[in-house]
């Protein structure tokens, strides 16, 4: 059974001392929720402040990015083992934002991960299609590409490390989120492509979440799908209630027979 993870992505939203707020305000909310996996991920700026707040509690931190250098000369960015010295434990890798406004490619993904795996960080992968691709009947053939981009050249054991979220872009804040078949059929479909790639168990324990306009009224019905492990979430993170009632809703689903869950 793989333990459901939640995970909340702030993006370019709240200063430290709002940040410091809202995760106050999550520890106390999220507190009886012991069966899934909480991960909040603010600006790097809030990062060494939120992880104080979150000394002793179930919620983990991590980073919304980082650049596979460790140092050197490259102004403005941030290295594995600076979020790693901030508190994260987390690191969301290849977003779809970062790909479209900051040319984040299969191959730099690729390297970001591997930066992650070194420094001991968990990567949250991020793959999916734009509209277009969809519409054109590609979307299997990018997220394939994606996939095979990304982990080139990565171990069994590396795998058994990181986390993919699955994110159709058309359904990054946008409010149309993909219905619970759509998300299933992809989620499903990873998972061979890792089968493939690095075996079955590997691929049985891999936990793939979805992202894309996910909130408290449709996360049930995603979780309740057998290949979906949790959910990526921005827009509905920066609020204390709504992430609380979407993390309620993804443990509720879990606990129906699974008898009683479609494929
Ligand atoms: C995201 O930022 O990864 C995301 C899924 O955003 P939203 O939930 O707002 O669609």
């Given at each position: ?13 709240k ?9 106050t305000?999550?520890k ?12 909040i ?33 490259f ?95 058309w ?81 509720l ?11």
């Open positions: 059974m793989r333990k459901p993870i939640i995970a909340g992505n702030w993006k370019l939203h200063t430290v001392k709002e940040s410091i707020d809202l995760v305000l999550l106390r909310q999220v507190s009886e929720f012991g069966q899934a996996e909480i991960i991920c603010p600006v790097y700026t809030a990062l060494a402040s939120v992880a104080e707040v979150l000394l002793g509690s179930e919620i983990q931190l991590g980073a919304q990015d980082l650049y596979w250098e460790e140092k050197g000369a102004t403005g960015q941030v290295s594995a083992p600076l979020v790693k010295e901030a508190g994260a434990s987390f690191v969301i890798i290849g977003h779809s934002e970062r790909r479209q406004f900051f040319h984040d490619t299969d191959e730099t993904v690729n390297k970001k991960i591997k930066a992650a795996l070194k420094w001991d960080l968990t990567p949250i992968v991020c793959v999916g299609e734009l509209l277009a691709e969809r519409e054109a009947n590609k979307t299997m053939q990018v997220v394939e590409k994606q996939v095979k981009g990304a982990f080139e050249g990565l171990s069994r054991e590396d795998l058994q490390k990181l986390t993919v979220a699955y994110e159709p872009v359904a990054i804040g946008t409010g149309k989120v993909a219905t619970p078949e759509q998300a299933q059929e992809m989620h499903a479909f990873i998972r061979k492509q890792i089968y493939k790639l690095f075996g079955s168990d590997t691929a049985e324990g891999l936990r793939i979440l979805y992202g894309g306009s996910v909130k408290p009224d449709n996360i049930v019905g995603l979780m309740q799908k057998p290949d979906i492990d949790g959910a990526l979430v921005g827009g509905a993170s920066l609020e204390a209630q709504a992430f609380t009632d979407i993390i309620r809703g993804a443990v689903a879990r606990t129906v027979p699974s008898s009683a869950k479609g494929r």
